[in-house]
């Protein structure tokens, strides 16, 4: 069984940092491709990022382009968001999610969700 825990999240200031991290289990890490969703209240699940297994390729909503990083650690078995100059729109609970294959598609696990919550 597939399991995706995240962490990181918390209040923060409008132009501050936070690192999110999604600690995985249960698969061979290193084979899939790893992303990361969000869905504010009242809102739909957003597309933030994505990473391939390797780390070579990534890919961003553009809400969120040039502000946040998306990274892993195979050794690990961790992927990472980094999210800086925050902006009180980025409030929303954040999912890491797994993919099936080795290239980002839909993905098939889903982590519980940290909130992120952003003051002006």
């Known amino acids: 069984q597939v399991q995706l825990v995240e962490a990181g999240g918390g209040l923060v200031q409008a132009g501050g940092s936070l690192r999110l991290s999604c600690a995985a289990s249960?698969?061979?890490?290193?084979?899939?491709?790893m992303g990361w969703f969000r869905q504010a209240p009242g809102k739909e699940r957003e597309f933030v990022a994505s990473i391939n297994w390797s780390g070579a390729n990534t890919y961003y909503g553009d809400s969120v382009k040039g502000r946040f990083t998306i990274s892993r650690v195979n050794a690990k078995n961790t992927v990472y968001l980094q999210m800086a100059s925050l902006r009180p729109e980025d409030t929303a609970v954040y999912y890491c999610?797994?993919?099936?294959?080795?290239?980002?598609?839909?993905?098939?696990?889903w982590g519980q969700g940290t909130q992120v919550t952003v003051s002006s």
């Open positions: 999610a797994s993919s099936p294959s080795r290239t980002w598609v839909q993905p098939d696990y």
């Open positions: 249960g698969r061979t890490f290193s084979n899939y491709a």
